[in-house]
């Protein structure tokens, strides 16, 4: 049996090793000798059809940039245009209109005509106011508005309290209130002409109400429905300033100023007159 295979393995060759051979190395072209970077019409990668700008060198790129920059800024280097595209018209949200400010009368038209000489003051003439004992308002005048705030019921008066109610709108309440509540718009008259005494009081001096030299105020409204109530913001806050301020304000223009503080029959309102003292001043409480 051994001697078969001898003899076998004598007379058939060896078959070739299983293992892999090793692929032939890739054969290089040299396309070039010169070390050009140019790409030959012969390459194996085709030429990109996409445009690419070329930038020499860092200088390069520099300049595009700060020419690019250029374009965009004044001598001052502030930007002219952004790069953020503007919004659409349709998807900006308006914005709420502010309540209309009242007309106001600048002080150098104040003085020109109109009622009681000055363009500011809305209303109208009306006959002499007559009453017993010592009451009436020999030149009387309706009035409806002053300096652009609107009386909330037209009070009778002679022209002097017209006017200095007029200067006092105009020179205090409106400058001290400002654009709080967008603005003032109407003054809250709590009283106008009345024949009667002093705080209705029996056997007391005559009102200066009963003379049409007094007006009483008891709030300013305010262009987004609130009011400065004497009644309820005297003393208190922010709005405790303001009214203070108008109260020290209309001392010396008016006559008697009564407030709050003076005693329980002004707890609600301002009374401002313009009585005539002989001394030329003014009684404020």
């Given at each position: 049996m051994r001697a078969?295979?001898?003899?076998?393995?004598?007379?058939?060759?060896?078959?070739?090793?299983?293992?892999p051979v090793p692929?032939?190395?890739?054969?290089?072209?040299?396309?070039?000798?010169?070390?050009?970077?140019?790409?030959?019409?012969?390459?194996?990668?085709?030429?990109?059809v996409r445009p690419v700008q070329q930038l020499e060198g860092p200088d390069g790129i520099?300049?595009?940039?700060?020419?690019?920059?250029?374009?965009?800024?004044?001598?001052?280097g502030t930007v002219q245009v952004s790069d953020r595209p503007?919004?659409?018209p349709e998807d900006r949200v308006p914005a709420e209109p502010e309540p209309a400010p009242a007309t106001r009368v600048p002080p150098s038209e104040a003085g020109s005509g109109g009622l009681c000489g000055r363009r500011s003051i809305v209303g109208?003439?009306?006959?002499?106011?007559?009453?017993?004992?010592?009451?009436?308002?020999?030149?009387?005048?309706?009035?409806?508005?002053?300096s652009g705030l609107r009386?909330?019921?037209?009070?009778r008066m002679d022209c002097t309290t017209?006017?200095?109610?007029?200067?006092?709108?105009?020179?205090?309440?409106?400058?001290?209130?400002?654009?709080?509540g967008g603005g003032p718009i109407a003054l809250r008259v709590a009283a106008g002409y009345a024949c009667r005494p002093r705080n209705n009081q029996p056997g007391a001096k005559m009102s200066e109400h009963a003379l049409g030299h007094a007006i009483d105020i008891a709030a300013i409204r305010l262009a987004d429905g609130s009011e400065l109530s004497?009644?309820?913001?005297?003393?208190?806050?922010?709005?405790?300033?303001?009214?203070?301020?108008?109260?020290?304000?209309?001392?010396?223009?008016?006559?008697?100023?009564?407030?709050?503080e003076s005693d329980s029959f002004h707890q609600d309102h301002f009374h401002l007159d313009t009585a005539r003292y002989r001394n030329g001043g003014a009684y404020c409480r």
């Open positions: 078969a295979l001898a003899f076998l393995l004598m007379t058939f060759p060896a078959h070739a090793e299983p293992r692929r032939p190395g890739a054969e290089i072209v040299v396309l070039s000798e010169g070390g050009s970077t140019e790409v030959p019409d012969e390459a194996a990668v085709a030429r990109s520099a300049a595009e940039m700060a020419a690019a920059a250029a374009e965009k800024l004044d001598d001052a503007e919004t659409r109208e003439t009306i006959a002499p106011v007559t009453g017993p004992g010592g009451c009436g308002i020999p030149d009387a005048v309706r009035i409806r508005q002053v009386l909330t019921r037209p009070a017209a006017q200095t109610l007029d200067d006092w709108v105009r020179d205090a309440v409106i400058p001290g209130i400002g654009r709080r004497v009644l309820r913001d005297w003393d208190q806050g922010a709005e405790g300033r303001i009214l203070c301020a108008l109260w020290r304000a209309a001392c010396g223009p008016f006559g008697t100023v009564l407030g709050p």
